[in-house]
Structures are given as structure tokens and as C-alpha cells.
């Protein structure tokens, strides 16, 4: 989609303001916003009288997939104005990443269709133009206050993300807000202007652990090394259920990893995900959690942000456990890429259950969009 005619001060592209991850809550020196870390689509929304741009991290525009949010910014934000934020789909009282993946579909006709049974949201946390005044090079502490003054009301499709200068608040915050679907708390110095692709905020993440089966692995894109390793847990149906991969390892460590999983290598028919390999050449394009996938997520799935991506995996007898570190979970699957802590050669695999698994307590979202 091309981008549209805009007369802003501040024009697309432009790459989010990023954060770097550290292990505990910066302690409020004078100058620090903490404000909940939103689970989605970062957005940056450029509006232009009737013209509305949606800016995407890696600069594919989103505008073609959320016409409902088109509409609702046009309502609900100034006629001129840059806004960075997180597109967000909320269902009950939690936010589901899940549905929200597969509002990114290429017919026309499919993208109508969810925009009505699965409208989604926009959560505004920074301003980086407003009229004709670019406030890229305005500190923080003032971008925050112009962008508070954008919400007068409540309710609506775009929303104002909370914040708060108290840093026990903070803490409790990155207890509490778990339960709705978010995954931690974003710090911001006051003092900051805006400053794209650069990691000058801080972000504070859950990390648990988890102990899990070694079923597989994916060769790295540089060569016949390994990758990835692919994640398994046992579901109360007895069947190793694929939940995630674990790829942090030094490019030394991952040849090593080859010879030492050779001798685990099975083949694929007699694989517990054997039967996947035939149905991945059937259903491409349907959703993963399609019901002819037997409600599973398939390692060998063609994925909806990258088709031409290869992602079939060389297959291991599911003999060895290993403990990850993961930050959250999303249905039966670690949210994002697990990270490899330690072998468990004192665990055996079909000890590696979902039972293991901390949930949060669940907590209402609109009580967070209401402080």
C-alpha cells in the first residue's frame, strides 16, 4: 500500500523509540515515567485530516488491517497529529495476542470480516507531533503532558495508557497487571526527547522457568548447525504438546549441540509430530490453531509473517529435558523465544508437564485503562 499525502511535521517512516532489558525496577531518581508495557502491534499513527497512516516496527504499514481503527482515530484523535503506540485486541477483561496475529490476513474480504467480529484498539503512550509543531526534540516529562490532554473523555478505540512517577506503585503494577494480559513495565526518563530505533527507555519483563523436552531442532539460517531447539510439555492427554523454542547460544556452542543430538535423531514417521508433516502440506493458510491441527501449534507450520520462511525441523527421540527461562505464556505456548538455562539429565520427560507452569492471577483490564 503506498503511503498517503501527508503535510506533518514529522512523515513516515519512522522507526519507535525502543527500550533495552534490565533485570530490576530503576528506582525514581526525579525524572522516570513507569507505565505498563502493552502486549501487541507497536503502531505509529500519523493523521492528516482524512488521511491516516499506520507505521509498523519493520515499516509495513498495518493501515490495510484495522479500518476500524482508521475510522475510530479519526474520531477520537486531533486532525493533525503523531502518535506512538500499541494496537491492542481485547476480549472480556484480558488482551489476546492471539487473535489479534490473525487479523494480519491478505484478503480483503477476510480483514472486513475481523475488523467486525474482533475490533481491535489503540493504546497511546507518547506524542511525537501535534498541529504543525514536531515535539521530537520536546523531553518526555512535556510530550506526556500535551498527549494527556488528547483524552478528555473515556472509553472509545484509542486509549491512554496510565502512568505513574512512584516507583513502589511501579512494582505493584508489574505484579497486578500480569493477570490482564500485559507483560511488564516500561520505564522513560522525563528528560528524553525522542529518539528512533534506540534503546533509551528500560523495560522490566517477567522471567520464570520451566523444566522441558527436547524433540527437535531447526538448522540455523548460516548453516548445518543448530538453530533451535523445539520445546515440548506433556498435556493432560498425554501427547508432547509443542510450546516454543530455545535459541540463545554462542555460534561455537550451536556446532557443538549437532554431534551431541546426533545420536538422539529419529525419524520423522515414528516422530510424536510425525503426523504433522503431512498435514503442514495441507493446511497451509489456515490458522494455527486450526481445528484439522487438532487444536495443536505445529513446529512445522508455515508462518503468516513470513511464507517463504523454511520451518521444518530435523526430529530427536523426546528423551532429553532441559530448563528455559520464559517470560509469559499465551494459550498452551511460551509467548516469546525461551531461553536455555541448563540440562535436567535428573528429569525425566514425561515429568515435564503443564502443571509446572505458574499462571497469573487474572485482573480486569479496564480497570487499568481506567487509573
Known sequence: MDEPQLDLPVLPPVAPMLAKAVKTMPAQNGSLFYEP?????RC???????????GSRNERPFTRYFPELVEAIK??????????????????????????????????SRVRMLAETTPASFVAFDLLALGGRSLMETPFAERRALLEGLFTGSGGSVRL????????QAAEWFEMFEGAGLDGIVVKPGDQPYVPDKRTMFKVKHERTADVVV????????GPIVGSLLLGLYGDDGRLHHV????????????????????????????PWGEWADQALHNVGQPASSPSRGGQRMPGAISRWSAK???????????????????????????????????????????????????????????????
Open 37 to 41: 508495557k502493552w502486549d501487541g502491534f
Open 44 to 54: 505509529i499513527i500519523f493523521r492528516d485530516g482524512d488521511e491516516v497512516f499506520l
Open 75 to 108: 474520531a477520537e484523535l486531533p486532525d493533525k497529529c503523531v502518535v506512538d503506540g500499541e494496537i491492542v485486541l481485547i476480549r472480556g477483561t484480558q488482551l489476546d495476542f492471539e487473535q489479534l496475529q490473525q487479523r494480519i490476513h491478505p484478503a480483503a
Open 161 to 168: 495508557t496510565p502512568v505513574t512517577r512512584n516507583d513502589e
Open 215 to 222: 524433540a527437535g531442532y531447526r538448522e540455523h539460517k548460516t
Open 244 to 271: 516454543g523454542v530455545a535459541a540463545s547460544f554462542p555460534m561455537a556452542r550451536r556446532a557443538e549441540l549437532v554431534e551431541e543430538l546426533r545420536p538422539y535423531l529419529a525419524k520423522l514417521g515414528e516422530h
Open 309 to 371: 520462511k523454511d520451518l521444518s525441523f530435523i526430529p530427536l527421540r523426546p528423551e532429553l529435558v532441559i530448563e528455559v527461562a520464559y517470560d509469559a505464556m499465551e494459550g498452551d505456548r511460551f509467548r516469546h523465544t525461551a531461553h536455555f538455562r541448563r540440562w535436567r539429565p535428573d528429569r525425566t520427560p514425561q515429568s515435564c508437564t503443564y502443571e509446572q507452569l505458574e499462571r497469573p492471577v487474572g485482573y480486569n483490564l479496564d480497570d487499568i485503562l481506567a487509573r
